[in-house]
């Protein structure tokens, strides 16, 4: 069966700081993969979404960046980050072909920028 | 514009009660809809998801419903439960330029009461 882990689940990081959250997913090969932003009370927000190793696209311009170093690594990271940064990210997976296959999340990663 | 709207969007009610939560959406070309469940502090875990041409599906006691000429799709629970307690949230797949993206409703906060 397919697993999907982010971590570290909890982060609080000083204003300015760099960042990098880590996901993998197992039991898949050639996922689509994303990073949401989910803000209280709102909708979830798409950051990044990779097709391919090196391939990612980016949904909204901001400070943070994505990569993909392995079929089943994708990685959020920032360099300095902002108060406005704080939430909670998700990362997902789905398979690569179709509008109709399902999405799915990890556990998420709590940051606090302060 | 493409939009998903959801209400209320929150709700109190006792356990074992029924609750009906509501998605109305102006997407087009519509592809598919689904429902998530999303726990506090956790990824959202698919519920349901709808073609065009489905009406209604169900999932244990969770019953979505899609009338596609209104653009209006509800998610009903029968006999809830304090586990129900969660953020519900419906999402609509648009085609776009070719590929496929998500529209993310806010969600509806449902919380059950001993």
């Known amino acids: 069966s397919q697993t999907i882990h982010q971590w570290p689940a909890t982060l609080v990081q000083p204003v300015g700081s760099p960042l990098s959250l880590e996901c993998t997913v197992e039991?898949?090969?050639?996922?689509?993969l994303y990073w949401y932003r989910q803000a209280a009370g709102r909708g979830l927000q798409l950051l990044f979404y990779?097709?391919?190793?090196?391939?990612i696209s980016s949904e909204v311009p901001q400070n943070l960046s994505a990569s993909r170093p392995q079929d089943r690594q994708f990685i959020l990271s920032s360099k300095k980050l902002l108060l406005s940064d704080s939430g909670f990210y998700l990362c997902a997976w789905s398979v690569r072909r179709g509008s109709g296959n399902t999405i799915y999340f990890g556990e998420g990663s709590w940051l606090t920028v302060v | 514009k493409n939009q998903v709207e959801q209400s209320p969007q929150s709700l109190i009610i006792l356990e074992g009660k029924n609750c009906t939560l509501q998605?109305?959406?102006?997407?087009?070309?519509?592809?598919?809809l689904r429902w998530y469940k999303q726990d506090t502090g956790r990824g959202p875990v698919s519920l349901t998801i709808m073609t065009f041409s489905e009406n209604t599906k169900s999932n244990g006691r969770y019953t979505a419903t899609l009338d596609a000429d209104t653009k209006q799709s509800s998610l009903h629970i029968t006999a809830s439960q304090l586990s129900d307690s969660a953020s519900y949230i419906c999402v609509v797949s648009v085609i776009m330029d070719s590929n496929y993206q998500l529209i993310w409703g806010a969600g509806t906060k449902l919380i059950i009461k001993p």
């Open positions: 998605c109305n959406y102006t997407v087009s070309p519509f592809s598919n």
């Open positions: 039991g898949t090969s050639n996922p689509n």
């Open positions: 990779s097709v391919g190793i090196g391939q």
